[in-house]
């Protein structure tokens, strides 16, 4: 009887002690066991940055998929099921697919050390090679210059998206070596679109290029989007789109959709397909209204959202986006890892909401103790308190203050947990 995707990914978890570990030499030994696929891909667009690279990918897909491309698409991590990971054509992978593809891979390895990470980006290649499609979307896992998906020679389009403070451990203490690690994916002679971004981010990203001869088509110089009168407006060289905004809500999706639009224009797409990109791409837990399941039936009469972030850049964007919504009370619920700059998450958020309840996030080793998340709340200037878990913590904001906003936020392991309970 053959495993099941589940069965051989708990094995591969345990292929390697450390988690994260970032050099490349492990995925080209697999790779090369593999057959190399990774050299059989369709025109691939490479995607780093420190927020909004899902969004922006799920916005470059909708825009390509409107106008009949088929598309790959690699992101990571997944909310509820691994299979959210790997699209081929436009769909997630099957059961039977992600089982024979992880068990190639895992016979392939042969037993020797190498990531979680690692070996599933493999079977992404592997999987990718195999079916016929006319674009491949691959999203930066950590990083850039040493991520697993940097083994790609010549991508059609690389894109860095804003680079701000995370993953310090890994990426450096300061805004110039990180974004020199996302950077990493620059290719010599092929074009980068370049998100916002601070001055000592962009001045390294700018470098880089020019050494490697990397065309930039960068924000405020070569495109610019905006909001005016309800619409979202985008200029380049190629001249003015005058669009809708964003299904995707908040004010960060509109920089987003610019650089979205700025990779699909270079691309030749046409007006059809820039407004199918800003009106049809969906993301999941980014800002994301739950409307049925048993959560939201927990919830009453108020309303229940969801999002993933998890920096102080999140923070800054949830806060943007409160403060355009419709005036409502609003409390959160709020789970983080203990790797992460909490205070600096919360600090933006603190003028926009009445109160938070910290939970612990089930089943994440890593996670923060709901004691400690309450703890950086009340230091950041919010009133808080702790719940056993979200179920709980909804049904007591629920019952104190009806018809209330409840935004469950500070981590994407805990957006994909409420997923799953959610149904």
Request: hydrophobic letters at 45%; one cysteine or more.
């Amino acid at each position: 009887m053959t495993e099941g995707s589940d069965l051989i990914l708990a094995r591969m978890m345990s292929l390697h002690p450390k988690i994260i570990d970032l050099t490349l030499d492990r995925m080209h030994r697999l790779l090369a066991a593999l057959g190399n696929p990774e050299r059989r891909l369709p025109p691939l667009i490479h995607i780093a940055g420190t927020n909004g690279k899902g969004s922006t990918q799920a916005m470059i897909r909708a825009g390509l998929q409107a106008r009949g491309d088929r598309v790959h698409a690699y992101t990571s991590p997944h909310l509820a099921r691994f299979h959210e990971r790997i699209r081929l054509a436009g769909e997630l992978i099957s059961e039977a697919d992600l089982t024979r593809i992880l068990d190639e891979c895992d016979r392939a390895n042969g037993g020797e050390a190498i990531t979680f990470f690692e070996i599933t980006t493999c079977a992404a290649f592997l999987a990718f090679a195999r079916t016929p499609a006319d674009w491949t979307l691959l999203e930066v896992g950590l990083g850039g210059r040493l991520d697993a998906t940097n083994v790609i020679d010549v991508p059609r389009l690389t894109i860095i998206t804003p680079v701000s403070i995370d993953h310090q451990q890994y990426l450096g203490e300061t805004l110039p070596e990180i974004a020199g690690e996302k950077a990493g994916i620059l290719k010599r002679g092929v074009p980068c679109v370049v998100g916002p971004q601070e001055e000592a981010g962009l001045e390294v990203i700018e470098a880089k290029a020019a050494r490697l001869g990397s065309p930039l088509l960068v924000h405020g110089q070569h495109w610019r989007a905006w909001e005016e009168r309800g619409r979202l407006i985008f200029q380049d060289e190629n001249g003015l789109l005058d669009l809708p905004l964003p299904n995707l809500p908040g004010p960060h999706q509109i920089d987003n959709a610019g650089a979205a639009l700025a990779a699909l224009r270079h691309l030749g797409a046409d007006e059809a397909a820039c407004e199918a990109a800003v009106t049809l791409a969906y993301w999941p837990a980014r800002m994301q209204r739950l409307t049925h399941g048993p959560l939201v039936e927990a919830a009453g009469t108020c309303e229940l959202w969801l999002d993933g972030g998890h920096n102080p850049a999140g923070g800054q964007a949830v806060a943007a986006t409160l403060a355009r919504m419709a005036p409502k009370s609003t409390y959160l619920v709020c789970g983080m890892l203990n790797t992460k700059d909490v205070g600096g998450y919360m600090r933006p958020l603190a003028p926009r909401v009445q109160r938070l309840t910290a939970i612990s996030i089930p089943g994440e080793p890593n996670t923060l103790p709901a004691e400690a998340t309450r703890d950086a709340a009340c230091g950041a200037g919010i009133e808080a308190d702790t719940a056993e878990d979200a179920l709980s913590a909804i049904q007591k904001i629920a019952k104190l203050m009806p018809g209330a906003r409840i935004l469950i936020c500070g981590s994407l392991y805990l957006a994909g947990s409420v997923l799953r309970e959610n149904g």
